[in-house]
């Protein structure tokens, strides 16, 4: 299956011009699309994808974080056709159910950790922390303690595009457009070493990051404060991987103030960081798990929440209806579908590979790409990783001089990368990726080269517009 068939191909052209005129895209400029022409996907196969004009690509990110057992795998369109034949949708609501919902509900109470037995399911990862941010709240009704109604976010969070996910979100692009958002959500900054580090050792700055969330708690009053929400590792902000001594601490704060801990696992469920949740890598035991992506590897969208003991218990005790719930909760095709991909997962053993044997191997590679000029820090963590691009190296990562926010260096790389057939995301100067969780040593080898290859030529870019210090022309 290396070679696209050609059987395959469409007008490029035809289908750019369709796309700018009646395609909004999400998150996208539609002036800039419509300049520049859409990239037209037209297939998928293991860790690859193909154009419509035939080129290879290497999908670096697992489409957008979510394609974790790779492209084209049969079985799962077997799994979908086969639910579609037998009931393709019935609803969860009025005292009614499906067989799919129910075998996967019970699945990812047998993944999570122990304190998890029930399971709500969503369209979503937006839903997904809609869903929390409606759960938290009613718990803490039902707890009558209805005051406590803040939940404590982070900046540079992605919690989704809808109206809560945005606000829980500390995106301030998306802050910026489209307000007002949800009121009683406050944001701390995120354990980002690189950013707020200097002058400390990795394991204080973890502690005194953690301690933000302490001093926030104080300003708005703990009684006030009902949950703080995070996601294992920043993942659209940039990668953002704390340090070792960051959750426990968090932990221990939500516990000294009785504050529902809330881990967004969207991106780091289903073996991203190396473990069917990123919350067991952390060491925390969250009372609340959002998930989405990788629960179907993207191929059908579902979302939903884990709802530990300490809420479902309140919530199925005494709580009475609860006002809340999508058309597609427990969608039997997305959960059909769901069923598969754990079943591929379990049988190919891949979150045990991504936390002893990929993992590491991604993790030396990355170190390694540390030896080029432009990267002057990167860093991996289960399969996501991360190379900041910087304009010359200091003596410790801090005393690195990045580069002019106009130069634009991360988009410029991330041409390069397309153009070397690698996806990977700029987010600022920093380049990400989240690959496939297939992927082999060879793969992460091929993948690795063609970065390098990449970065040579955003080099080369940044040498021939004098845009880097003399010393580094030689
Ligand atoms: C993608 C993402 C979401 C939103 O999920 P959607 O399915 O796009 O609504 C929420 N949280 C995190 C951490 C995500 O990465």
């Given at each position: 299956?290396?070679?696209?068939?050609?059987?395959?191909?469409?007008?490029?052209?035809?289908?750019?011009?369709?796309?700018?005129?009646?395609?909004?895209?999400?998150?996208?400029?539609?002036?800039?699309?419509?300049?520049?022409?859409?990239?037209?996907?037209?297939?998928?196969?293991?860790?690859?994808?193909?154009?419509?004009?035939?080129?290879?690509?290497?999908?670096?990110?697992?489409?957008?974080?979510?394609?974790?057992?790779?492209?084209?795998?049969?079985?799962?369109?077997?799994?979908?056709?086969?639910?579609?034949?037998?009931?393709?949708?019935?609803?969860?609501?009025?005292?009614?159910?499906?067989?799919?919902?129910?075998?996967?509900?019970?699945?990812?109470?047998?993944?999570?950790?122990?304190?998890?037995?029930?399971?709500?399911?969503?369209?979503?990862?937006?839903?997904?922390?809609?869903?929390?941010?409606?759960?938290?709240?009613?718990?803490?009704?039902?707890?009558?303690?209805?005051?406590?109604?803040?939940?404590?976010?982070?900046t540079n969070a992605y919690h989704g595009s809808t109206i809560a996910g945005v606000s829980l979100g500390g995106m301030a692009g998306m802050h910026a457009q489209g307000g007002p958002l949800v009121p009683g959500i406050v944001h701390i900054d995120q354990p980002s070493y690189l950013e707020h580090g200097h002058g400390m050792t990795e394991d204080d700055f973890g502690v005194a990051a953690a301690g933000w969330l302490e001093e926030r708690i104080k300003t708005v009053g703990p009684h006030n404060v009902a949950a703080f929400i995070a996601e294992p590792v920043q993942g659209a902000g940039g990668v953002i991987i704390p340090p070792t001594t960051y959750w426990p601490e968090i932990q221990r704060i939500c516990d000294k103030y009785g504050i529902l801990l809330v881990a967004d696992e969207v991106i780091c469920g289903f073996g991203r960081l190396g473990a069917w949740f990123g919350s067991e890598r952390m060491g925390i035991s969250p009372d609340l798990i959002a998930f989405a992506k990788g629960v179907t590897s993207g191929y059908i969208p579902l979302g939903g929440v884990l709802v530990g003991d300490r809420v479902a218990d309140v919530l199925t005790a005494r709580g009475g209806d609860f006002n809340h719930g999508f058309t597609y909760s427990g969608h039997p095709v997305a959960c059909a579908a769901a069923l598969e991909n754990i079943r591929i997962m379990e049988e190919e053993g891949l979150v045990a590979r991504v936390l002893d044997d990929t993992g590491p191997y991604l993790n030396a590679a990355f170190k390694r790409l540390i030896a080029h000029p432009l990267v002057g820090y990167a860093d991996s963590f289960g399969f996501v990783a991360g190379l900041n691009l910087v304009r010359s190296k200091g003596a410790t990562v801090h005393d690195n001089e990045v580069f002019d926010g106009d130069v634009g260096v991360g988009m410029m790389c991330r041409a390069h990368m397309f153009e070397a057939g690698i996806i990977m995301r700029a987010v600022g100067d920093r380049m990400i990726v989240a690959p496939p969780l297939v992927m082999t040593h060879e793969e992460i080898d091929e993948m690795v080269k063609r970065i390098a290859l990449a970065l040579d030529n955003t080099l080369a870019e940044l040498r021939s517009k004098a845009l880097l210090p003399v010393a580094a022309i030689a």
């Amino acid at each position: 299956m290396d070679e696209f068939d050609s059987s395959n191909t469409v007008d490029t052209k035809t289908i750019q011009a369709l796309d700018a005129a009646h395609y909004l895209h999400p998150f996208t400029d539609p002036a800039a699309l419509a300049a520049s022409g859409a990239r037209v996907m037209v297939k998928g196969d293991g860790i690859w994808l193909w154009d419509s004009d035939g080129n290879r690509i290497l999908d670096g990110m697992s489409g957008l974080w979510c394609v974790n057992i790779g492209y084209g795998r049969q079985r799962m369109s077997d799994a979908v056709y086969q639910q579609m034949q037998i009931l393709p949708f019935y609803n969860s609501f009025f005292n009614t159910t499906n067989v799919p919902a129910v075998m996967l509900a019970a699945k990812l109470v047998e993944l999570a950790p122990a304190n998890f037995n029930r399971v709500f399911f969503t369209g979503s990862g937006s839903e997904a922390n809609d869903t929390i941010v409606r759960m938290v709240r009613r718990y803490w009704e039902l707890m009558a303690e209805p005051e406590r109604h803040i939940i404590i976010s982070r900046t540079n969070a992605y919690h989704g595009s809808t109206i809560a996910g945005v606000s829980l979100g500390g995106m301030a692009g998306m802050h910026a457009q489209g307000g007002p958002l949800v009121p009683g959500i406050v944001h701390i900054d995120q354990p980002s070493y690189l950013e707020h580090g200097h002058g400390m050792t990795e394991d204080d700055f973890g502690v005194a990051a953690a301690g933000w969330l302490e001093e926030r708690i104080k300003t708005v009053g703990p009684h006030n404060v009902a949950a703080f929400i995070a996601e294992p590792v920043q993942g659209a902000g940039g990668v953002i991987i704390p340090p070792t001594t960051y959750w426990p601490e968090i932990q221990r704060i939500c516990d000294k103030y009785g504050i529902l801990l809330v881990a967004d696992e969207v991106i780091c469920g289903f073996g991203r960081l190396g473990a069917w949740f990123g919350s067991e890598r952390m060491g925390i035991s969250p009372d609340l798990i959002a998930f989405a992506k990788g629960v179907t590897s993207g191929y059908i969208p579902l979302g939903g929440v884990l709802v530990g003991d300490r809420v479902a218990d309140v919530l199925t005790a005494r709580g009475g209806d609860f006002n809340h719930g999508f058309t597609y909760s427990g969608h039997p095709v997305a959960c059909a579908a769901a069923l598969e991909n754990i079943r591929i997962m379990e049988e190919e053993g891949l979150v045990a590979r991504v936390l002893d044997d990929t993992g590491p191997y991604l993790n030396a590679a990355f170190k390694r790409l540390i030896a080029h000029p432009l990267v002057g820090y990167a860093d991996s963590f289960g399969f996501v990783a991360g190379l900041n691009l910087v304009r010359s190296k200091g003596a410790t990562v801090h005393d690195n001089e990045v580069f002019d926010g106009d130069v634009g260096v991360g988009m410029m790389c991330r041409a390069h990368m397309f153009e070397a057939g690698i996806i990977m995301r700029a987010v600022g100067d920093r380049m990400i990726v989240a690959p496939p969780l297939v992927m082999t040593h060879e793969e992460i080898d091929e993948m690795v080269k063609r970065i390098a290859l990449a970065l040579d030529n955003t080099l080369a870019e940044l040498r021939s517009k004098a845009l880097l210090p003399v010393a580094a022309i030689a």
